[in-house]
């Protein structure tokens, strides 16, 4: 692709995450889409997941997509994804619908391996909130490179398909102690033995990884490699191996600026997400970059402090104050400038998220959760369609 990623996201869609469509988990305990599955009977765990996988992407999402001037989605998908993982379904006939739709209305897709046993994470997008050891059980990796070399045979010589990243988000040390203040783990036994996945233990899955699908995937088809949360980890690791076709992905929240310096103002996250652009432009040198993940979400729009984005399933949150829709509008266009502009240094970005199952008129406590989802970004005029 020589001309700039415009990307979004199709999250919640065949990774669960509960705030994305909360009352999907009505009725349970659950937090993550591993309990949802334990919780719920199997009859009943089927019907719900087979009607929102049905419904919530459809092919006029991949029309209105390419219709606005997007020209990639990034595709998270499970480590189940092939329904070799019980009491867990597999799903992998709608990354084929996904595929045909994509290649009908000339979009790319990334597929993006979001999950891992165990999970990567310990965040609730890793499949299990609180629980982040996948990367201590050999045999889980194992596992984890073999569902990336399937979808690697299986969708190699796709016109549709731009590539495939091998893992989202692992958790090392400095996002590993936040995980575990924001995402309690359910068993405490099950989470015995969770820890910060190295960069030493990231550096080496890479390379496997790399080792594993080039000869696979045709010269054209991107690798892409996730930073851990430190881009500025990778000069050497790069520098060291003669890599063809890798991509660098970098993942950066207005929410990410509220943590690092509780600041709370449009100056604030324009300094933060400006600087960071400029960081973007000097690792660019030396490996393309994109900003998969990123959005318009922060406090200030929300009018209460969310403590770094902690959702309303997860805490209550009272009192937000309103803003008004113009001034709104304006501050929202203004971040978007913003970040896109940075995001540019590199290869360009992919916006989180497409769609949520939320409502924000008759459950008040999802004000301000709305610009996550750029359907909703688009239809309330808080981007301009020039600036995409």
Not at 163 to 186: C, H, K, S, W
Not at 327 to 348: F, S
Not at 350 to 379: F, H, M, S
Request: glycine share 6%; charged share 25%; hydrophobic share 40%.
């Amino acid at each position: 692709m020589n001309k700039k990623i415009k990307g979004v996201n199709l999250g919640g869609w065949l990774v669960l995450e509960k705030w994305m469509s909360p009352h999907l988990f009505d009725g349970t305990n659950a937090d993550d889409e591993y309990y949802l599955a334990h919780d719920l009977s199997a009859d009943v765990y089927q019907a719900r997941i087979e009607q929102h996988r049905a419904n919530f992407i459809t092919e006029e999402d991949f029309l209105r997509i390419a219709k606005l001037g997007f020209n990639l989605v990034r595709l998270p998908l499970p480590y189940f994804i092939f329904g070799d993982r019980k009491p867990f379904i597999g799903e992998i006939e709608y990354v084929d619908r996904a595929f045909n739709w994509a290649e009908a209305y000339g979009i790319k897709i990334l597929l993006d391996l979001h999950t891992a046993p165990d999970s990567q994470n310990g965040f609730d997008n890793g499949g299990i909130s609180g629980v982040c050891k996948w990367a201590s059980e050999p045999e889980e990796i194992k596992f984890e490179k073999n569902v990336i070399k399937r979808l690697a045979q299986r969708y190699g010589n796709r016109e549709g398909l731009y590539g495939i990243e091998v893992l989202n988000e692992p958790a090392t040390n400095e996002i590993f102690a936040d995980m575990q203040r924001r995402y309690q783990p359910r068993d405490s036994a099950m989470a015995k033995g969770s820890a910060p996945i190295t960069f030493e233990f990231l550096y080496q899955y890479y390379l496997d990884c790399y080792r594993l699908l080039r000869p696979i995937l045709p010269a054209d088809k991107v690798i892409m490699f996730h930073d851990g949360f430190n881009i500025d980890k990778w000069e050497d690791f790069f520098k060291q191996h003669d890599f063809e076709n890798v991509v660098l992905d970098t993942h950066q929240y207005l929410m990410m600026a509220e943590i690092r310096n509780h600041d709370l103002s449009i100056t604030a996250y324009q300094k933060t997400m400006t600087d960071f652009g400029k960081k973007i432009a000097e690792v660019n040198k030396y490996v393309p970059v994109v900003t998969g993940e990123w959005s318009l979400f922060n406090s200030y729009t929300a009018g209460i402090d969310t403590n770094g984005g902690i959702n309303p399933t997860q805490q209550e949150f009272d009192g937000a104050v309103h803003m008004d829709k113009e001034k709104l509008q304006k501050i929202y266009q203004i971040l978007w400038k913003t970040q896109v502009d940075a995001w540019n240094q590199g290869i360009g970005y992919i916006y989180w998220t497409y769609k949520l199952n939320i409502d924000t008129v008759n459950e008040p406590a999802w004000y301000g959760w709305d610009c996550w989802a750029l359907q909703r970004v688009v239809d309330k005029d808080w981007v301009k369609l020039s600036d995409i």
